[in-house]
């Protein structure tokens, strides 16, 4: 059920890119991470390839390739890519300059998350570069299936970092360089953004699904774009007045929304 939920086509492509306010922050952000003497990139968990895309464009020096377990994301990925699961990657130890994950960690069960930490370091030469959340507040974004009950964190999140969550994330490797970026999203309480979203004023992008049975959350809204100034984990959709009222008034979060670390393999 879980590698269905990222088969849907609705997650990825055009139609899920978010606002330059957001996205383009990040973008910039793992750009500067990549060392310039760095010629070979692999990113894990590439998704629909959107950050490699960038990295493409503003460094069209480096040969770079996508890990993808989700056929329909490696659909949208116009570089080399490979279909494996990130626990399990079939490169040689260190052959490649620089190994990249982006929001892809915080996703990840027990078990995985540990072997995907090994990989990462297991592939890289003398790089990695990772981006998460920063210090998130899962409990915001749970939800409760209203087919059989169960809360979940409707982004799938498994586990939140903060930078000091990060100097012991992978062995023979100590942080080199950490950059905190992105908006300061408007914070709604779970119950206020709970209620506006059953009274259609608040989006939730994408088509979150309960991991227990399946059963897509009805108050989402499915290939919705992010618009102007909109956040990926739900915004106003009263319009540009509405929006404008909600930055002023609601509480912002205290943190850029990314963390994007380098690491150097000691």
Request: proline share 8%.
């Amino acid at each position: 059920m879980e590698a269905a939920h990222y088969e849907q086509d609705g997650l990825w492509g055009t139609e899920s890119i978010f606002t330059p306010e957001h996205q383009f922050p990040k973008l910039d952000a793992v750009a500067r991470l990549v060392p310039g003497d760095a010629r070979t990139v692999v990113e894990l968990g590439a998704g629909d390839g959107r950050v490699l895309h960038h990295l493409s464009t503003v460094r069209p020096d480096l040969t770079s390739i996508a890990v993808e377990r989700s056929l329909a994301a490696l659909g949208h990925v116009e570089l080399p890519g490979v279909r494996a699961s990130i626990d399990a990657i079939p490169l040689r130890s260190r052959s490649v300059d620089v190994a990249l994950c982006c929001e892809v960690l915080e996703h990840l069960p027990g078990p995985i998350f540990d072997g995907a930490r090994r990989e990462l370091a297991r592939i890289a030469g003398d790089w990695i570069v990772v981006t998460v959340p920063n210090r998130e507040n899962r409990a915001r974004a749970e939800i409760r299936c209203e087919a059989c009950g169960c809360r979940y964190n409707a982004d799938r999140h498994l586990r939140s970092f903060a930078p000091d969550d990060l100097a012991t994330l992978f062995d023979g490797f100590e942080v080199d360089e950490i950059i905190e970026t992105g908006p300061h999203q408007p914070v709604y309480p779970r119950w206020a953004r709970l209620a506006l979203e059953r009274r259609g004023l608040l989006v939730r992008p994408g088509s979150p699904s309960c991991p227990q049975c399946g059963a897509v959350y009805p108050y989402a809204v499915a290939n919705h774009q992010i618009g102007p100034g909109e956040h990926p984990s739900g915004s106003p959709s009263l319009g540009a007045r509405g929006y404008r009222l909600a930055r002023r008034f609601l509480p912002k979060a205290r943190h850029p929304y990314y963390l994007c670390a380098r690491f150097r393999r000691r």
